[in-house]
Nanobody, 121 residues
Framework: QVQLVESGGGLVPPGGSLRLSCAAS????????MGWYRQAPGKQRELVAT???????NYADSVKGRFTISRDNAKNTVDLQMNSLKPEDTAVYYC???????????????WGQGTQVTVSS
């Protein structure tokens, strides 16, 4: 199985920056699609950003232009640089590992344990 460990969360004032990191175990990191999701209290978990195995990225409209996702296949890590943070960015942020395993589209996925990001003055 794949294990994912997030780090870098904390308390930051509005307008500040924070960098999250996810370290993944496993032998097929370079073949996996990675992502960051977040969940605020009482709300559903939502996609923040993804980065595919070929390096292409996608962002939620709410974070586009402020957040940057990146990966380092040599280190089995995926990072999320968050700038111009807003109070509405407050949530638990989760790392996601997903891999399609056959041509019919079947896939497997794993979640990290989450790291708390609080944007408040």
């Amino acid at each position: 199985q794949v294990q994912l460990v997030e780090s870098g969360g904390g308390l930051v004032p509005p307008g500040g920056s924070l960098r999250l990191s996810c370290a993944a175990s496993g032998r097929r990191f370079s073949s996996a699609d990675m992502g960051w999701y977040r969940q605020a209290p009482g709300k559903q978990r939502e996609l923040v950003a993804t980065i595919s195995n070929d390096g292409s990225t996608n962002y939620a409209d709410s974070v586009k232009g402020r957040f940057t996702i990146s990966r380092d296949n040599a280190k089995n890590t995926v990072d999320l640089q968050m700038n111009s943070l807003k109070p509405e960015d407050t949530a638990v942020y989760y790392c996601r590992w997903r891999m399609v395993v056959n041509v019919e589209g079947a896939w497997v996925g794993y979640w990290g344990q989450g790291t708390q990001v609080t944007v408040s003055s």
